[in-house]
């Protein structure tokens, strides 16, 4: 579903991302984790094709996300991690805007699988920062897409919030491939079925989650100190 083969990715003269390669397979729940500034938006955008790769193959569903962008992105829904919304607008308007967008037909059906009922007539500014990443995940889910790539989706949140968040993306993987950046290893532990270490731009782990309390920070200590 997701390829990359021998990807990398220059800014000038700095390496962000440096020949990583690894598939993603329908119905798996990814955790990409790893230092600040190593590399994980920079991959997500790539997957996105809002970035060009420098070297290297990318397909989603054997397309090119740079060549077939707007194909790729209608397979794709994207929650970033600075979540932009229209402040100014209330929730059903702001949602109803995306939902004609991405012709999506159930807009209700997925308003109310995320939990925003009682806030739709609420202005987006006026919401915690929880409904607010509901919102960005409602707009996601938007267009039915079968992948779900979510740049820190709880970061910033309390943790009944976060509890909320991590809960609904279990339920969703049970329809979609789902990648999730996170710096909190206990939320890879409750919701990743597979993890991905990256550090100084290379992938240093891809495998199954360690099993146990504890076991995935144990893991990325040791490959990210190495």
């Given amino acids: 579903m997701i390829f990359l083969n021998s990807v990398s990715k220059f800014f000038g003269q700095k390496k962000a991302v440096d020949n990583i390669s690894f598939k993603a397979k329908e119905g798996e729940i990814i955790g990409f984790v790893g230092p600040n500034g190593v590399g994980k938006t920079t991959t997500m955008r790539l997957i996105l094709g809002y970035l060009k790769p420098t070297k290297g193959e990318i397909k989603v569903d054997n397309l090119n996300p740079i060549e ?20 100014e607008m209330k929730v059903k308007e702001y949602l109803e805007f995306v939902a004609e967008a991405k012709n999506e037909k159930n807009k209700e059906v997925i308003i109310k699988k995320v939990g925003l009922e009682e806030v739709l007539s609420q202005k987006i500014e006026e919401l915690s920062r929880g409904f607010k990443q509901r919102v960005g995940l409602t707009a996601a889910l938007f267009g039915n897409p079968k992948i779900l790539i979510l740049d820190e989706p709880t970061s910033g949140l309390d943790p009944i919030e976060q509890e909320k968040i991590r809960e609904l993306i279990k339920k969703l993987a049970k329809e979609k491939t789902i990648i999730f950046s996170t710096h909190i290893l206990s939320e890879v532990e409750d919701v990743a079925n597979r993890l991905i270490i990256i550090n100084q731009g290379k992938i240093v782990y891809d495998g199954t989650k360690p099993k146990g309390k504890g076991a995935v920070e144990r893991l990325f200590k040791l490959k990210v100190k190495s």
């Fill in 68 to 87: 077939e962008r707007i194909e790729v992105l209608k397979k794709i829904g994207y929650l970033p991690e600075n979540n932009p919304l229209y402040n």
